[in-house]
C-alpha cells in the first residue's frame, strides 16, 4: 500500500506541502458558499444540513476504501438528500495541496499513503478543524455514549496537538516481524525470544536453502521499525521520549546504538535477501508470500495489503519484535503501535458540518465491523471485532495487543518532524547496505535532530 504510514515516506512530497502551506497560508477561499451549522437536535447533532453535498477524498491503498462507501451509505440512510461524491485515490499530498493552498479542499479526507499532506504543516497553517464537537456528540450506535467513549486509549491523543484534537485515525496498528506459520511448523522452527537467539535461527534458515530476511527497499522506514522497538525495549519509556522531544545526544544513546548494531547484523552475516534494497513494498512482500523469504518486517496492515497473492495454508502471524538484551527496561511482549490512516475536516471545506457527520458514521460499530472483515485490520472502535471470526494475521495482531498490555509505545517525531523522518530513512537505508557503519548512522540522525531543534521555524511539540 505503501499505505500507510503514520509518516510522509516521500520527504519531497512533505518539503512541497511545508513550503506551499505555509507561505499561502491565506490564500484563496470565499466564504459565501460555505454550508453554515443549522440547528442541532438528539437526531441531528452537528446540525448537518440535509441537502448539502458532501466531498470525500479517500486513500484507497492496502485497505481498499469500501469502509468510507459503507459510511458514506449509512449517511445517506439518515440523510437521503446528501449526495456524497466519493473518490478513492493514490497520491493524497500531489493532489489536493493545491487545493488546500487556494482553501478549497474537500469536506472529509483520509491523509495516509506515501506522499500524503505533512499534519504537522496543515496544523501550524490552521488548515484542520477542531473534532471536539464530534468527539462529544452521541454515538451512531449508543447515544448514550458519546464518541470519544467508544475509542481505544490513545486514538484521540494521537491525533491531538497544542490540546486540540484535529486528526482522528481509523485502524489501530502495530508493528512486528512476520512469518509464516505453516512455514516454521515444517521446519520446527520457533519465534525467537531475543536478538541472539533470532541470527542463530537466521543461520538455520539459511542452511534450509530460504533468505532469512528481506525488507522494502525503497522505504526504508520499514527496516526502522524493528530498529526503534529494539531501542525501545532497550531503553524503555524514557529512551522514546527522549527521542521525540529531541534532547541531545538520545540518537547516540547505547540503546539506539546497540539497536542499529543489531540490525546491522543482518547486513553482516548475509541473512538480507541480496537486492532487497532494490524493492518496492509490494516487490518485498511478495517475495515473503512466495515462501522465498522466512522473515519481513511490517505494520499490522500487511494481510490485507496481501491477501489477494498469498497462498491458502500461509498462515501469516506477526511476532513482536525481540529483546535486544537480557536487560532490557520493557519486556519482550512490548510492542510498538499506534492509531493510523488519519481523518481529517479540513477548515475551509464547504461543508464541515457534513464532514463531520461522515466521521461519526465511519466510527460506528457497523462500519469498523465491515473495515475489520475487508481490510483484516483492527478499527480503533471498540468491540467492533467482538465475535468475529478473525484469520491468521489479525488473530496474532489482537494476541499481541492483549499480551502486551501497558507495554506498548509510540514514538511521535514521524509526524511532528519531517525532516528528521527522512533523514532517519536515508541513514538505514546505508546501514542495511553496509555502506555506513552504526556509529556513522547514530552521528548522521542525531546531526539530523539537532538542526530539526535548532530551526526556530519548525514547530516544536513536547512528551
Same mark, same amino acid.
Given at each position: 500500500?505503501?499505505?500507510?504510514?503514520?509518516?510522509?515516506?516521500?520527504?519531497?512530497?512533505?518539503?512541497?506541502?511545508?513550503?506551499?502551506?505555509?507561505?499561502?497560508?491565506?490564500?484563496?477561499?470565499?466564504?459565501?458558499?460555505?454550508?453554515? /451549522?443549522?440547528?442541532?437536535?438528539?437526531?441531528? *447533532?452537528?446540525?448537518?444540513?440535509?441537502?448539502?453535498?458532501?466531498?470525500?477524498?479517500?486513500?484507497?491503498?492496502?485497505?481498499?476504501?469500501?469502509?468510507?462507501?459503507?459510511?458514506?451509505?449509512?449517511?445517506?440512510?439518515?440523510?437521503?438528500?446528501?449526495?456524497?461524491?466519493?473518490?478513492?485515490?493514490?497520491?493524497?499530498?500531489?493532489?489536493?495541496?493545491? !487545493?488546500?493552498?487556494?482553501?478549497?479542499?474537500?469536506?472529509?479526507?483520509?491523509?495516509?499513503?506515501?506522499?500524503?499532506?505533512?499534519?504537522?504543516?496543515?496544523?501550524?497553517?490552521?488548515?484542520?478543524?477542531?473534532?471536539?464537537?464530534?468527539?462529544?456528540?452521541?454515538?451512531?450506535?449508543?447515544?448514550?455514549?458519546?464518541? !470519544?467513549?467508544?475509542?481505544?486509549?490513545?486514538?484521540?491523543?494521537? @491525533?491531538?496537538?497544542?490540546?486540540?484534537?484535529?486528526?482522528?485515525?481509523?485502524?489501530?496498528?502495530?508493528?512486528?516481524?512476520?512469518?509464516?506459520?505453516?512455514? +516454521?511448523?515444517?521446519?520446527?522452527?520457533?519465534?525467537?525470544?531475543?536478538?541472539?537467539?533470532?541470527?542463530?535461527?537466521?543461520?538455520?534458515?539459511?542452511?534450509?536453502?530460504?533468505?532469512?530476511?528481506?525488507? /522494502?527497499?525503497?522505504? *526504508?522506514?520499514?527496516?526502522?521499525?524493528?530498529?526503534?522497538?529494539?531501542?525501545?525495549?532497550?531503553?524503555?519509556?524514557?529512551?522514546?521520549?527522549?527521542?521525540?522531544?529531541?534532547?541531545?545526544?538520545?540518537?547516540?544513546?547505547?540503546?539506539?546504538?546497540?539497536?542499529?548494531?543489531?540490525?546491522?547484523?543482518?547486513?553482516? !552475516?548475509?541473512?538480507?535477501?541480496?537486492?532487497?534494497?532494490?524493492?518496492?513494498?509490494?516487490?518485498?512482500?511478495?517475495?515473503?508470500?512466495?515462501?522465498?523469504?522466512?522473515?519481513?518486517?511490517?505494520?499490522?496492515?500487511?494481510?490485507? &495489503?496481501?491477501?489477494?497473492?498469498?497462498?491458502?495454508?500461509?498462515?501469516?502471524?506477526? @511476532?513482536?519484535?525481540?529483546?535486544?538484551?537480557?536487560?532490557?527496561?520493557?519486556?519482550?511482549?512490548?510492542?510498538?503501535?499506534?492509531?493510523? &490512516?488519519? +481523518?481529517?475536516? *479540513?477548515?475551509?471545506?464547504?461543508?464541515?458540518?457534513?464532514?463531520?457527520?461522515?466521521?461519526?458514521?465511519? +466510527?460506528?460499530?457497523?462500519?469498523? !465491523?465491515? +473495515?475489520?472483515?475487508?481490510?483484516?485490520?483492527?478499527?480503533?472502535?471498540?468491540?467492533?471485532?467482538?465475535?468475529?471470526?478473525?484469520?491468521?494475521?489479525?488473530?496474532?495482531?489482537?494476541?499481541?495487543?492483549?499480551?502486551?498490555?501497558?507495554?506498548?509505545?509510540?514514538?511521535?517525531?514521524?509526524?511532528?518532524?519531517?525532516?528528521?523522518?527522512?533523514?532517519?530513512?536515508?541513514?538505514?537505508?546505508?546501514?542495511?547496505?553496509?555502506?555506513?557503519?552504526?556509529?556513522?548512522?547514530?552521528?548522521?540522525?542525531?546531526?539530523?535532530?539537532?538542526?530539526?531543534?535548532?530551526?526556530?521555524?519548525?514547530?516544536?511539540?513536547?512528551?
Amino acid at each position: 500500500m505503501n499505505l500507510t504510514r503514520r509518516t510522509a515516506l516521500a520527504g519531497v512530497a512533505a518539503v512541497a506541502a511545508s513550503t506551499g502551506l505555509a507561505a499561502c497560508a491565506t490564500a484563496g477561499g470565499d466564504d459565501g458558499d460555505r454550508v453554515k /451549522q443549522g440547528d442541532t437536535s438528539a437526531e441531528n *447533532p452537528l446540525g448537518v444540513s440535509g441537502e448539502a453535498a458532501l466531498e470525500v477524498v479517500i486513500f484507497k491503498g492496502g485497505y481498499g476504501d469500501q469502509y468510507a462507501i459503507d459510511a458514506g451509505t449509512s449517511l445517506k440512510q439518515k440523510f437521503p438528500k446528501v449526495a456524497v461524491d466519493h473518490k478513492g485515490i493514490q497520491g493524497v499530498g500531489e493532489v489536493l495541496q493545491p !487545493r488546500f493552498v487556494a482553501d478549497s479542499p474537500p469536506d472529509v479526507v483520509d491523509n495516509s499513503g506515501a506522499g500524503r499532506l505533512d499534519l504537522a504543516t496543515l496544523v501550524s497553517a490552521g488548515k484542520l478543524t477542531d473534532l471536539t464537537s464530534l468527539l462529544d456528540a452521541p454515538s451512531l450506535d449508543d447515544p448514550a455514549k458519546k464518541v !470519544r467513549d467508544t475509542l481505544m486509549p490513545g486514538v484521540i491523543s494521537d @491525533g491531538t496537538f497544542d490540546g486540540k484534537p484535529l486528526v482522528l485515525n481509523y485502524s489501530s496498528v502495530l508493528w512486528g516481524v512476520w512469518y509464516s506459520k505453516s512455514l +516454521f511448523a515444517k521446519h520446527g522452527w520457533t519465534f525467537p525470544k531475543t536478538w541472539d537467539e533470532m541470527l542463530t535461527l537466521n543461520d538455520e534458515i539459511s542452511k534450509a536453502g530460504l533468505h532469512p530476511w528481506t525488507w /522494502q527497499g525503497k522505504y *526504508p522506514e520499514y527496516l526502522n521499525d524493528p530498529l526503534v522497538s529494539l531501542a525501545a525495549k532497550a531503553g524503555g519509556f524514557d529512551l522514546v521520549k527522549s527521542i521525540d522531544n529531541l534532547q541531545p545526544g538520545a540518537w547516540q544513546s547505547p540503546a539506539m546504538l546497540a539497536a542499529a548494531e543489531a540490525v546491522h547484523q543482518l547486513a553482516v !552475516r548475509g541473512h538480507i535477501m541480496p537486492g532487497s534494497e532494490g524493492l518496492s513494498h509490494t516487490e518485498a512482500q511478495n517475495a515473503w508470500c512466495k515462501g522465498q523469504v522466512a522473515f519481513i518486517p511490517c505494520g499490522s496492515w500487511l494481510e490485507g &495489503e496481501q491477501q489477494a497473492v498469498t497462498p491458502a495454508g500461509f498462515d501469516m502471524v506477526m @511476532g513482536t519484535v525481540p529483546a535486544l538484551t537480557g536487560s532490557d527496561k520493557l519486556p519482550n511482549g512490548a510492542v510498538m503501535a499506534a492509531s493510523s &490512516e488519519s +481523518f481529517i475536516v *479540513p477548515a475551509k471545506a464547504k461543508n464541515v458540518p457534513g464532514g463531520l457527520e461522515f466521521l461519526r458514521h465511519l +466510527f460506528s460499530q457497523k462500519v469498523a !465491523r465491515g +473495515f475489520a472483515e475487508s481490510a483484516k485490520a483492527l478499527p480503533v472502535v471498540t468491540g467492533a471485532t467482538d465475535g468475529l471470526s478473525l484469520s491468521s494475521g489479525l488473530g496474532s495482531v489482537a494476541e499481541a495487543v492483549k499480551a502486551a498490555g501497558p507495554n506498548v509505545f509510540s514514538y511521535k517525531f514521524r509526524t511532528w518532524y519531517a525532516p528528521l523522518s527522512k533523514a532517519l530513512d536515508d541513514a538505514t537505508g546505508e546501514l542495511a547496505t553496509k555502506r555506513i557503519n552504526p556509529q556513522q548512522w547514530a552521528e548522521r540522525v542525531q546531526k539530523a535532530a539537532d538542526a530539526v531543534a535548532k530551526d526556530s521555524s519548525i514547530v516544536k511539540h513536547q512528551r
